[in-house]
């Protein structure tokens, strides 16, 4: 019989992904404080953080078969309940400039190793997802983005029309939009309204 507290983390999401409970309830019991102390900066109840913390276990191993392909169950679990907090968040109030405020607002005033773990993780999809569009567009939006360029900058930058300029930011949104959503689950606007911060 293992002795789980002596077990990684990658042995546990393993025989996690067997649905061992015991490795689950060890996971839990290993992240429990971090989590509650991660999310209630973003929910500020305890009892919201209480019943938060439980949802996003639960998440986790009701969706366990995702962890076949998660390389650090660390940051795979602090972006699900990033994701969980923000969709709360989402439910909670209706206009999304107090969601984005609330957003900007914890990831400039509260950071921690939770927090640069999660926007790693962000960081990472968008990069994944950019690799999967073509260059021209991929270019396009990582200078609008990452470097704050008009579409008219851009455009006499790269020799082309502004309405190519637009028309290539249309497509790289639309390809984050739909990944963000399936893959998140969360709004485009949230994710970067996380990432960038201008």
Not at 1 to 24: I, K, R, V
Not at 30 to 38: A, G, K, N, S, V
Not at 76 to 93: E, Q
Request: proline content about 1%; glycine content about 2%.
């Amino acid at each position: 019989m293992y002795n789980l507290q002596l077990l990684s983390d990658h042995q546990l999401q393993q025989m996690l992904l067997e649905s061992n409970y015991d490795a689950f309830t060890e996971l839990y019991s290993r992240y429990q404080t971090e989590l509650h102390r991660f999310l209630f900066r973003f929910l500020q109840s305890s009892t919201a953080t209480e019943d938060a913390a439980q949802d996003v276990f639960t998440k986790i191993w009701e969706n366990r078969s995702k962890l076949q392909n998660v390389k650090v169950f660390k940051a795979y679990l602090f972006v699900v309940a990033r994701n969980h907090a923000l969709d709360s968040l989402k439910k909670g109030f209706r206009s999304g400039n107090t969601i984005k405020e609330i957003t900007e607002s914890f990831s400039y005033q509260s950071r921690s190793a939770e927090d640069d773990l999660v926007s790693k993780e962000y960081l990472n999809f968008i990069e994944k997802t950019l690799h999967a569009i073509p260059h021209r567009s991929r270019e396009i939006f990582l200078l609008c983005r990452e470097q704050n360029k008009s579409y008219d900058e851009v455009a006499t930058d790269l020799g082309i029309s502004r309405n190519a300029v637009k028309n290539h930011m249309v497509f790289a949104m639309k390809v984050l939009r739909a990944n963000t959503e399936r893959d998140l689950g969360i709004t485009l606007s949230l994710l970067l309204a996380a990432i960038y911060k201008h």
